[in-house]
């Protein structure tokens, strides 16, 4: 009875770790986001596939669990990272939920009777926002906060909280779901607060496609950020106080000049 939840990274199979290969290569059904069980066609055309669109997540984790409970190894496939605003969370809460035992590996002890349980394993995977950060060039080399915009499942009064906390403590921001057709004044409105703590002229980074085929990479500043083309395959990177740009590339001294002295 074995569930795994495996990061897919960008979506290429170059960018996915050997064990996340391994896992999806074994298993005997696939679980994902459409999108997401496209983009690795190549290691799934044998399998048995559950796939949903957006906005089924629950549905599409509930099947993966159901299908592993019956015996039939199934990996539940995310893009970037499982754990990084993906499935491996929702995972948990159901099993919460349904009373389902999870053990990293299943003890030598008999199960018989109807009590629920499953062998979980959680693949990492390259995340957005890791991706993101190396075309870019290297803007989280120091401290830094990640914060979605969608506000679908979190309150935007909440949002706004933690964007105003983040600027005042001078974090590199890292955005993700900055915009889509439904929710298009978000980021205005995450800009504005911004700029009441950091100059605008702040350096950004903005990467759409982050290593798949539409991959796009541009800067600008935090005044300018609300012209820039975003959707919601782009994460973007708003310096700190420390960020520079250094020819095509942004990056945040770690401090070492402060200790050190770096030879020109």
């Known amino acids: 009875m074995k569930l795994y939840v495996v990061g ?3 979506g290429s199979v170059a960018h996915m770790s050997n064990r996340a290969v391994e896992v999806i290569e074994q298993a005997d059904c696939i679980a994902g986001y459409t999108t997401y069980v496209d983009l690795i066609k190549e290691l799934v055309e044998d399998k048995k596939i559950i796939s949903t669109g957006m906005m089924k997540e629950v549905e599409r984790v509930e099947r993966a669990i159901d299908m592993a409970l019956t015996g039939v190894s199934c990996a ?3 893009g970037g990272d499982p754990g990084i605003y993906a499935m491996a969370g929702l995972v948990f ?9 999870l053990f990293r590996t299943i003890p030598d ?4 009777g109807t009590e629920k349980y499953l062998e979980l394993e959680v693949v990492p995977g390259i995340p957005a926002l890791a991706a993101g950060a190396a075309l870019v060039g290297a803007p989280l080399t120091h401290d830094f906060a990640a914060i979605s915009l969608s506000d679908l499942l979190t309150e935007w009064k909440k949002i706004e909280k933690r964007l105003t906390c983040a600027a005042m403590a ?3 921001i890292v955005l993700y779901n900055p915009k889509s057709k439904k929710r298009d004044w978000q980021l205005k409105r995450a800009q504005k607060l911004i700029l009441e ?8 980074g903005i990467v759409t496609g982050a290593m798949r085929e539409n991959q796009a990479v541009s800067f600008s500043r935090l005044d300018e950020l609300d012209k820039a083309a975003v959707g919601m395959q782009t994460v973007l990177f708003i310096g700190s106080s420390a960020s520079l740009r250094y020819m095509d590339f942004l990056f945040t001294p ?11």
């Not at 809460?93 to 035992?101: P, R």
């Open 93 to 101: 809460e159901l099993c919460e939920q349904k009373n389902i035992k």
């Open 197 to 204: 703590h950091r100059d605008g002229a702040t350096p950004v």
């Open 170 to 172: 001078d974090f590199v």
């Open 8 to 10: 897919t990274g960008p």
């Open 76 to 78: 539940l496939v995310s």
């Open 254 to 264: 770690r401090g070492y000049a402060k200790k050190y002295t770096l030879q020109k």
């Open 109 to 112: 002890q008999d199960f018989s």
